[in-house]
Every structure is written in C-alpha cells, then in structure tokens.
C-alpha cells in the first residue's frame, strides 16, 4: 500500500526485538529507514536485509544515553535522508538484575533510567526541531505494560517506562500545535529473544494474558498505525499490546 511512501523514520533499538520489527514493517510500507542500534553489526544485517527487498535504509551506531552519539546519528540520517518524519524510541529492556526496591542492582537502575527515559529524551530533544521545520511528524515510544497496571518484581525497568509514558504525555500537549504526534505503545509480554530467555511462566502478566504473549510483529504493526496519515487525528494515546492482561 505504501502507507508511508516518501517518509523517513528513525527507529532505536533496531537491531533486534520490537525496533527491528517495525523498522521492517515500516520500510515494507515505502519509508525510507534509519537503524539506529548499539551494536552496530546487527543493525547492519537489518538495512542489508531491507536493500534486498529494495527498500532504502542506513545503519547507525547510537547509545541513546550518550547526546552526543545522538546527535551523530541524527546527523548521519538527515546527511543520507534530508529529514526524518517518523521516531520510534524502542532502545531498552530491562535484565534479571532488576527487582524490588529493596533488592535490586542499584548500577542496574540507573543504566535502565539512562537507557529507556534519558534515551528517549535525548532522541526526542534532539529529533523534534526536525520535525517542526518539516511541518511535522510521528513519534512512537515503546513503553510497557508494566508502567500501567504496575506489577512487582522489576522496580526499575516500571519506574523507566512509567517516565516514558508520562513524558509523553506533556510532550504530546506541548508539541500538537506545531503538527507532531507523540503516542506510546504499552506492549506486554513479548517474546524477543531477549525476553524469552529470561521470561517466567509464574509471571503477573503472562499469566493474565487472555490471548497469550505477542510477538514483535504485533507491537509493529501499530507502531506502523501510529506512523502513517491514517493516524493523524491520535496524539497524546497509550496503547495496549497485552492479550487482554490488563483487563483485570
């Protein structure tokens, strides 16, 4: 359909997992792609997979907790593309080193804070000009379930995608009238390989999904809603990508 014919997206995280997904899906739909990732190598082997499907994309090697490395990266698409329509923020995760307050790594909270709300800051900061001076744009953060219906046993990875989901919000009101759409998608359990490596059966929401746990191509593809025109009248939303976990 090339629902995004002529756009250009930057997607973080896009290496593996939810990002390389929807850098996928959004590439499928004509947008031109900035894969933004930590390890550069996977990021690669994503933009050489899109060129095979003849589609345009760049990868990037970003630490979206460094501003500077931010601001690199943003320089690099804009130096390829001219300018960058579309940001989904879905650098992140949280480890087993994370818990309840009383237990958790404390070096392990403040790399999950620096990596999920400070990079989304950072890229947000850094992208939104860009956005204003070509009349607009669509902002996806990836959030978490956890950061609305609260859960125990992972204190840090809930306070970093509850700031997520909060800064949104305000950045939704400030910025509406300048044409930029901020959303955020609130994913439950998904199955990245990252997750199902460490992911519990006597987990609160994998246990309450009605439908069972998602795959990355589901949070993708409304991510890619988010992202088109067919979306221009939502800002300022939260959805849920949960199997119906949180409807009790």
């Known amino acids: 359909m090339n629902r995004l014919s002529g756009k250009i997206a930057l997607v973080t995280g896009a290496g593996n997992g939810i990002g390389k997904a929807t850098a996928l899906a959004l590439s499928r739909e004509g947008a031109g792609v900035i894969l933004a990732d930590c390890q550069p190598g996977i990021a690669s082997e994503v933009a050489a997979e899109i060129e095979r499907a003849d589609g345009?994309?760049?990868?990037?090697?970003?630490?979206?907790?460094?501003?500077?490395?931010?601001?690199?990266?943003?320089c690099d698409g804009l130096a390829r593309f001219g300018k960058i329509n579309v940001l989904v923020n879905s650098a992140g995760g949280g480890s087993t080193k994370d818990g309840p307050v009383t237990e958790l790594?404390?070096?392990?909270?403040?790399?999950?804070?620096r990596v999920d709300l400070f990079g989304t800051l950072l890229t947000c900061r850094r992208v939104i000009p860009e956005m204003v001076s070509s009349g607009g744009g669509s902002i996806i953060n990836i959030s978490s379930l956890r950061a609305v219906i609260g859960t125990h046993g992972a204190?840090?990875?809930?306070?970093?995608?509850?700031?997520?989901?909060?800064?949104?919000?305000?950045?939704?009101?400030?910025?509406?009238r300048h044409g930029v759409r901020i959303n955020v998608l609130a994913p439950g359990v998904v199955l990245t390989e990252r997750v199902a490596a460490f992911i519990k059966p006597?987990?609160?929401?994998?246990?309450?999904?009605?439908?069972?746990?998602?795959?990355?191509?589901?949070?993708a593809s409304l991510a890619l809603f988010l992202a088109s025109d067919e979306a221009r009248k939502i800002t300022g939303t939260v959805m849920r990508v949960d199997g119906g976990a949180s409807i009790y």
């Open 202 to 219: 006597d987990d609160p929401i994998y246990q309450k999904s009605l439908l069972g746990p998602s795959e990355p191509e589901d949070v």
């Open 155 to 176: 204190d840090a990875y809930t306070a970093s995608k509850g700031g997520v989901l909060s800064m949104s919000r305000a950045m939704s009101m400030q910025w509406a």
């Open 105 to 113: 790594d404390l070096d392990e909270f403040w790399r999950t804070i």
């Open 56 to 74: 345009s994309a760049l990868a990037v090697k970003v630490d979206v907790s460094d501003e500077a490395a931010v601001d690199a990266a943003v």
